[in-house]
């Protein structure tokens, strides 16, 4: 199984900074099917980033991923005060499609 | 609009079984795979089962191959998750979640508000 690991595991910082969140996996991802997911307390997972570098329907352009192979980032170029959540990064490419542990973006 | 609603879920006891259902609206069922992720009190998400959109591939994680068994009814609209033996360790929200694409290959781009199994006695 791909194990993806996450870091930091809680990011503290203030609105209209930069945040770089990192996933890094076991072995390559296939073809670099990388999502990112923003969850925030009570709430389901909305997708932002699939195949590591498309932006979902509706995600605004402060959201952007990156990466390839084993190594995955996502940025955001400007927080706003509703993106203070947790993020997970998930791989689609090998069965199990496993999940990172998450990191918390927090102020 | 697409919607899926999950139901089903309860409190079961150890051993036990359960079948949970997601009832999607808003897009052409059978074009798109579908999954279920959980996720335990206070932790991170968990991949669980997905399922093509003609139903004719599925995969499980590890934790549940042999006692969980992801299904889906075109005709209804529908997806499944029959849970047998079920474990303490299994206790979590349940979510049901759509793919992008017909290929069990896709990110998730709409998920229900999920069920909650408890599995206790």
């Known amino acids: 199984e791909i194990v993806l690991t996450q870091s930091p595991g809680t990011l503290a910082l203030s609105p209209g900074e930069r945040a770089t969140l990192s996933c890094r996996a076991s072995q390559s991802v296939s073809s670099n099917y990388l999502a990112w997911y923003q969850q925030k307390p009570g709430q389901a997972p909305r997708l932002l980033i699939y195949d590591a570098v498309s932006r979902a329907t509706g995600i605004p352009d402060t959201f952007s991923g990156s990466g390839s192979g084993t190594d995955f980032s996502l940025t955001i170029s400007r927080l706003e005060p509703e993106d203070f959540a947790a993020y997970y990064c998930q791989q689609y490419g090998t069965s199990p499609f496993t999940f990172g542990g998450g990191t918390k973006v927090e102020i | 609009e697409v919607q899926v609603l999950e139901s089903g879920g309860g409190l079961v006891q150890p051993g036990g079984s359960l079948r949970l259902s997601c009832a999607a609206s808003g897009f052409t069922f059978s074009d798109n795979a579908m999954s279920w992720v959980r996720q335990a009190p206070g932790k991170g998400l968990e991949w669980v089962s997905v399922?093509?959109?003609?139903?004719?591939?599925?995969y499980h994680a590890d934790s549940v191959k042999g006692r969980f068994t992801i299904s889906r009814d075109n005709s209804r609209d529908t997806l499944y998750l029959q849970m047998n033996s079920l474990r303490a360790e299994d206790t979590a929200i349940y979510y049901c979640?759509?793919?992008?694409?017909?290929?069990?290959?896709?990110?998730?781009?709409?998920w229900g508000h999920g069920t909650l199994v408890t599995v206790s006695s």
């Open positions: 399922i093509s959109g003609s139903g004719g591939h599925t």
């Open positions: 979640a759509k793919a992008r694409t017909s290929s069990r290959f896709s990110a998730l781009d709409y």
